[in-house]
């Protein structure tokens, strides 16, 4: 029987790469003049860095990571998400030692063994920015503002930013009193998530979807109410950055999202063309989560997009193959040799060529130019051979003329300019 990909898991065939590289290569530009630098860590990490960063009683590690022991008998996980490994990163190797200010991204494949649907796979590719080292809510507002300057760049339209606060640990922790109290003889409404929620990770009802457990929650005592005065001022002060720089979004007291590190700021971006799986990039500031790795107390925020959702999102295809600039077609044992030599020349030359390998008609060889799009076409037979000659024809105007070998690459090249 064929062995297929894992349930979950897909290729990115060639016809498809097209518009994965231009979100990656837009990003990498449009990351690097806000200042970032790239990153790149490894995709396997000892399981306790995501289980103490994370939060032990998330969906993320009570359910979906990959997790397992190696030959050593070390526990070790897939990263499911790219946080956690840059701040171990961060602090392995001093990164603070530098620059006071640490601003990162990265772009790769992330894990989670959650039940696949649209939108939600279990390898998943995130391109995410890291800033380490500052509490200013200007952080928060550069870094709302790039995702959507990254948005706009790619021409992504339709999407809605929204933002919430959660207050610092003191904050959250007199929050989930509040909540547990009020929720104490009203567990019987809720879903059965939310039951299991109540007891592990009670701060995620308020992002539940079921009708019901949406509804309790309208006369739950609210976040914004609960926060301290820093935690208000920090908000306020975001807002009123983001509408500086002119950046619409809605507040949403709702958000709270599914890693427990985030303190203050917790933010998405969502759009409509994705159905349940709608949000395409999260992020939000994480204060502790330095402190908690190691590390000393270091202000932190940052996002991730999710790039299937993001491509999803923009339902366009991009051409990704490239036309060739030159396709050699030969007729003959020795012209195939010469051929061969000549094609590689010219790829080392910069200039993109191909030929058969198969040994085909001249008739199939020009088909098969056609449909690679190449601009010229060199012909070399026994007779051009015997001449000392390649052919060279326009495959615009059909053009053809002789050329000698010795001067081919360089007359090509010349073409090029
Ligand atoms: P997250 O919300 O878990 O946050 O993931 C960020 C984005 O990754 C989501 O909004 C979504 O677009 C995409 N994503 C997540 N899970 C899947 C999946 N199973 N299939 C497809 N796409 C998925 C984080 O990972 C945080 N580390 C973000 C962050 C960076 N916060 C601060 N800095």
Redesign the pocket.
Known sequence: MMIKTLRGMKDILPDEIGIWQYVENAAKELFELFGYREIRTPILEETSLFVKGIGEGTDIVQKEMYSFKDKGGRRISLRP???APVVRSYLENNLNKKEALVKLYYIGPMF?S?RPQA???RQ?H?M?I?VIGSDSFYVDAEVIYLMKAYFDRIGLAGYTIKINTLGCSKDKTGIKKELTRFLKDKTNLLCKDCKVRYKKNILRIFDCKVEGCKALLRSAPKIIDAICGDCKDHFANLKKTLESLKVDYVVDPYIV???DYYTKTAF?ATHPNLGSQD??????R?DNLVRDTGGSKTGAC?????Q??LIMALGSKRESEKALDLYVAVLGEVPYKEGFRLCNGLRINGVSSDMDYQNRSLKAQMRQANRRGAKYVAILGEDELQKDVIILRNMADGQQREIKINNFIDEVKKLKC
Request: with cysteine; net charge negative.
């Open positions: 998400e790219g946080t989670r959650e939108g939600r796979q998943f995130q995410g890291e999202r599914g890693l998405e949000a395409i990039c999260a992020g939000g994480y940052g996002f991730a997009i999710g299937d959702r």
